[in-house]
């Protein structure tokens, strides 16, 4: 009974590069939230989504940030043309959706903008 | 919208002492709370939650808070800890009806042997 996946765990970009990063949720979950953890912070809401719709993406900045939730495979967070700033640790939690307290997160990407 | 303050940025303790780490929320509608423990580089594990019901929450490995209204507050106790209590733990609010949670900072806590 896999848990919630994603993958890169770690990943390394120099400023200016695409990151993309994937979130699987746990089987049977069709909600996807993404939260941000920037160094001695805790955990900022980014963005939530269910199949194909972005429900609210008030958490993530207007430019070079956009995330999707396909009909088929993993949810995808993008961040084009990275800065130093966007260095931190992204987490995915999901949830049936029908008791969204019950949030399940995933081990984190940790992006490195060099 | 809700906010959560953790008082206590890093909490020493020695091995087998009890210890408490604080949690004071604000909202203005009725939220759930919880805590969650964070091990170096890994992702955040569920510990106890509180939804309704008894104020008092027993959550794993020995953990137990307690819902104040009054003072808002979910202070997180153990009577005894181990080294392997040794994390990050963060308190989270999530307004009823709601699915943002709001995290405080974190507590860090460092269990002497």
């Known amino acids: 009974n896999a848990g919630v996946m994603q993958n890169p765990r770690h990943l390394v970009r120099r400023r200016g590069q695409e990151a993309r990063l994937r979130c699987s949720p746990m089987k049977g979950h069709s909600h996807v939230y993404w939260y941000r953890q920037l160094p001695e912070e805790g955990l900022k809401f980014m963005v939530y989504l269910q199949k194909e719709n972005i429900i609210d993406e008030s958490g993530m900045p207007k430019e070079r940030f956009s995330a999707e939730f396909p009909k088929e495979g993993p949810s995808i967070l993008r961040i084009q043309q990275v800065v130093r700033g966007d260095s931190a640790a992204y987490f995915c939690a999901s949830s049936s959706g029908q008791e969204s307290y019950e949030q399940y997160f995933g081990p984190g990407t940790r992006l490195t903008v060099t | 919208a809700q906010s959560v303050t953790q008082l206590d940025s890093q909490v020493p303790v020695f091995e087998e002492a009890p210890v408490e780490l604080r949690c004071n929320y604000s909202s203005s509608v009725s939220v759930y709370l919880f805590w969650y423990v964070q091990y170096p580089n890994q992702g955040l594990q569920l510990l106890l939650k509180?939804?309704?019901?008894?104020?008092l929450v027993k959550g794993i490995n020995g953990f137990e808070a307690e819902f104040n209204k009054s003072q808002t507050s979910f202070h997180l106790r153990k009577p005894s800890v181990h080294i392997s209590d040794t994390a990050e733990y963060f308190c989270a609010a999530l307004g009823a009806g709601s699915y943002q949670l709001t995290f405080g900072k974190g507590t860090k806590l460092s269990v002497i042997p």
């Open positions: 509180y939804l309704s019901g008894s104020t």
